[in-house]
């Protein structure tokens, strides 16, 4: 009788046991390394977050980042209507939306963690070379005529145009003379296919494009800029990572974290590694620019005589 009562007792606390166990996981707190949360990040610069998490994963296996691409002017508005708290973007927030978060409140904490670049692109088989700037304004704005080449944009409301209409300092886009695409995945295969025209977009997408892009990347190829002619004779200059490191290849963006958890979160904890050791080598390696270059240990071995 006592050893029935004592089985009864063990399959009661066991059950107890399975009963907070799992009240524990369901209410668990999510930390710098643990737990789940969403990133909005804009989608000019989706690949180079993309592989970063990845290996933030791997290394942190009860952290999951759940990555959802916008552009960055649907993730300003989600992020003021407070439907995510941590965005990825190729800007900073300016003075506006610096105000308009501390009007209720809220500081975000900015992680600056890397240089893009802006670049040009045509299909392989297009006549032009290079970009002149000045002509370039002068087609947004509507005003050059001979300039045949149609320009295309990832979004109407992609960062890549507000960054150009920044730069260049042009208020309103001629709608006639510039079309938008959906994304910059759709923006490439048109360029791909297209002969007529040239496309503006983040050169992470043609560094290190999903499996799909492979073969419209090798049909574009990416337009010079031109420049005042420099020593070496050149009159325009393409980017690479020590020139977007430099600027020496003027159409730069950096990027930054945006954390508005207000906690120690995994927005904290991804912030840190992104702008971390780990996280700038593998900034290093997709051919951007990260802010702090990785240390590099050089090991002296003796000779043996």
Same mark, same amino acid.
């Given at each position: 009788m006592k050893i029935k009562f004592f089985g009864v007792l063990l399959v009661v606390i066991a059950f107890i046991s399975c009963e907070?166990? +799992?009240? =524990?996981?369901?209410?668990s707190k999510e930390t710098v390394v643990t737990g789940t949360t969403?990133?909005?990040?804009d989608e000019t610069i989706f690949p180079i977050v993309e592989d970063v998490v990845a290996v933030f994963e791997n290394e942190y296996k009860n952290a999951k980042i759940n990555l959802i691409s916008k552009s960055e002017g649907e993730i300003l508005q989600l992020v003021k209507e407070d439907h995510s708290k941590i965005a990825i973007l190729a800007r900073n927030l300016n003075s506006e939306e610096l105000q308009y978060f501390s009007n209720k409140k809220i500081i975000p904490r900015i992680t600056e963690?890397?240089?893009?670049a802006v670049v040009f692109i045509a299909h392989k088989d297009n006549a032009m070379e290079t970009v002149s700037i000045d002509a370039f304004s002068k087609k947004l704005t509507g005003v050059d005529a001979q300039w045949k080449q149609k320009v295309v944009f990832e979004n109407p409301q992609s960062s890549t145009i507000s960054f150009?209409? +920044?730069t =260049?300092?042009?208020g309103q886009i001629d709608t006639k003379q510039v079309f938008s695409m959906k994304d910059s995945q759709e923006l490439i295969q048109f360029i791909a296919e297209n002969k007529d025209a040239v496309g503006v977009v983040g050169v992470n997408w043609l560094l290190q494009p999903p499996v799909d892009l492979e073969a419209s990347v090798q049909n574009v190829k990416i337009l010079g800029v031109?420049?005042?002619a420099v020593k070496d004779g050149k009159s325009f200059v393409k980017p690479n990572q020590s020139n977007i490191a430099d600027h020496s290849y003027p159409w730069t963006r950096k990027l930054y974290l945006l954390n508005f958890q207000g906690g120690k979160g995994l927005g904290m904890g991804f912030a840190s590694y992104i702008a971390g050791e780990n996280g700038?080598?593998?900034i290093l390696k997709s051919g951007l620019s990260p802010i702090k270059f990785p240390s590099r240990e050089i090991n002296v071995k003796k000779s043996i005589e």
């Open positions: 907070k166990g +799992a009240k =524990l996981t369901k209410d969403s990133i909005l990040v963690f890397a240089e893009d150009l209409k +920044a =260049l300092e042009v031109s420049i005042p700038q080598r593998i």
